[in-house]
């Protein structure tokens, strides 16, 4: 899955549409957040670091459930924007996912486990769980 890195509320305006997922990298308002979910379409979910998240005024995080965004947690650790505006889910990440399915784990054990062995938050692995196996 592609993450669409926006490191300032400038490149808001330059998205694409089609956008199902970004990570802001600044701290976003009300009016950010609602300029981003009027200008992608499909939408999924944004991801902003923890700091963030806990500023976040209710109004925008129930803007977003309504219309059925999910608000993740955490970083894009590595990722360098200057040469790429993107970051990836590693098929590492999916592969692991579905060596635990495998052996047969829940979501909740699947979701401990690689909060322990990646850096991923526990909201965005149980995020990409569902968008493989829902």
Known sequence: MKIRVLSSKD???NLDENEE??????RPSNTDIFSIVSKCTNLKALHIPSSYKRTLSESAKMFLDMQG???LEGDVWGHRKDINEYSEVSDNIYNRIKELKDEGLSDDEIVDKM????KL???FVEF???QKYA
């Not at 997922?21 to 600044?26: D, E, R, S």
């Not at 909060?115 to 990646?118: F, V």
Request: hydrophobic share 45%; no cysteine.
């Open 11 to 13: 490149e808001i305006e």
């Open 115 to 118: 909060k322990k062995e990646t």
């Open 21 to 26: 997922m970004v990570h802001l990298a600044f």
């Open 69 to 71: 965004i999910n608000l």
């Open 121 to 123: 938050g526990p909201d």
């Open 128 to 130: 990409l769980i569902k």
